[in-house]
């Protein structure tokens, strides 16, 4: 069974981190994109950021940029989300996803998670003081 399971979520003050995981099993990640979503309450799911199959790629939410790094270790099957400085406008549900054919991951990534064939139950990071 293919799936995905996110870890890492929790209660941080404003200025703190959090690393995200996306762990996968039944299928290997090596030649899959790979991206993070979040959705907060009475929101639509936005895209986060994207790293390609080989990780030569990555694109980052401009309200993200400068703060959040993405990697993967194909070795382990696991996909990261670094979180620094947060903000109390980070608080969301976190999902990974990934696709193996129709998620590019290029510079006009647009994060529509329509392209997502996989998608893990998602980890919630709160913001808060």
Known sequence: Q???VESGGDLVQPGGSLRLSCAASGFTLDYYTIAWFRQAPGKEREGVSCISAAGASTNYADSVKGRFTISRD???NTAYLQMNSLKPEDTAAYY???DRFSA???SDWEGNPHEYSYWGQ???VTVSS
Request: hydrophobic share 35%; aromatic share 0%.
């Open 2 to 4: 293919l799936q995905l």
């Open 74 to 76: 194909n070795a382990k």
């Open 96 to 98: 990974c996803a990934a």
């Open 104 to 106: 590019p991951c290029g």
């Open 122 to 124: 998602g980890t919630r």
